[in-house]
């Protein structure tokens, strides 16, 4: 089946510094991905759609230019989380859908930032 | 705009008993409704959809969500849970005019006791 991968699994940074997260579906080509936050024991919060070739949407609320997106390929999407902070810290999963008309998401498993 | 509530925050059950995650949704046009299974540390992993067609709609590991227009509701069920069934489940709503951008319910912590 379609696998989307997610890299890095976990990552800690200090405060102030920039960290890059990477999806890549990598049996399928996914004009589009989307990335979510989970904060503990709570719900996927939609963040941004990614567009390969154009600009990400981003949901209210999240600030464009400390969630950087980038889709560059059919394959590869980034968030880069700029000047992180404490309060980033948090969960971070890609997904993206097959392509075709009904497809369901499949997801990546996740990030999990730590920002010191 | 569409809306998911899954009404059960966590649902406590015994090992061996039927259980059901109860879900409703909202919104204004048609849409295709999902169950995702969510385990520690992990993304998710889709368990069962209704895109359209027979109402009972049968997943992996033993689960059955029903659709039911009428009450817009998506409820999940499992006639009998394993241990190895405890894990946070979401129910989530995707439609063709937001080009697949999925939203999903709040979560439901299924703990199965021995």
């Known amino acids: 089946g379609a696998v989307v991968s997610q890299h890095p699994s976990w990552v800690i940074c200090k405060s102030g510094t920039s960290v890059k997260i990477e999806c890549r579906s990598l049996?399928?080509?996914?004009?589009?991905m989307f990335w979510y936050r989970q904060f503990p024991k709570q719900s996927l919060m939609l963040m941004a759609t990614s567009n390969e070739g154009s600009k990400a949407t981003y949901e209210q609320g999240v600030e464009k230019d400390k969630f950087l997106i980038n889709h560059a390929s059919l394959t590869l999407s980034t968030l880069t989380v700029t000047s992180a902070h404490p309060e980033d810290s948090s969960f971070y999963i890609c997904s993206a859908p097959t392509g075709t008309g009904t497809s369901p998401l499949h997801f990546g498993n996740g990030t999990r930032l730590t920002v010191t | 705009a569409q809306s998911v509530t899954q009404l059960d925050s966590q649902v406590p059950v015994f090992e061996e008993a039927p259980v059901e995650l109860r879900c409703n949704y909202s919104?204004?046009?048609?849409?295709?409704l999902f169950w995702y299974v969510q385990y520690p540390n992990q993304g998710l992993q889709l368990l069962l959809k209704y895109l359209s067609g027979s109402t009972l709609v049968k997943g992996i590991n033993g689960f059955e969500a029903e659709f039911n227009k009428s009450q817009t509701s998506f409820h999940l069920r499992k006639p009998s849970v394993h241990i190895s069934d405890t894990a946070e489940y979401f129910c989530?709503?995707?439609?063709?005019?937001?080009?697949?951008?999925?939203?999903f319910g709040a979560g439901t912590r299924l703990f199965v006791k021995a």
């Open positions: 989530a709503v995707s439609d063709h005019t937001g080009g697949f951008k999925t939203i």
């Open positions: 919104s204004s046009v048609s849409v295709y």
């Open positions: 049996d399928f080509q996914a004009t589009t």
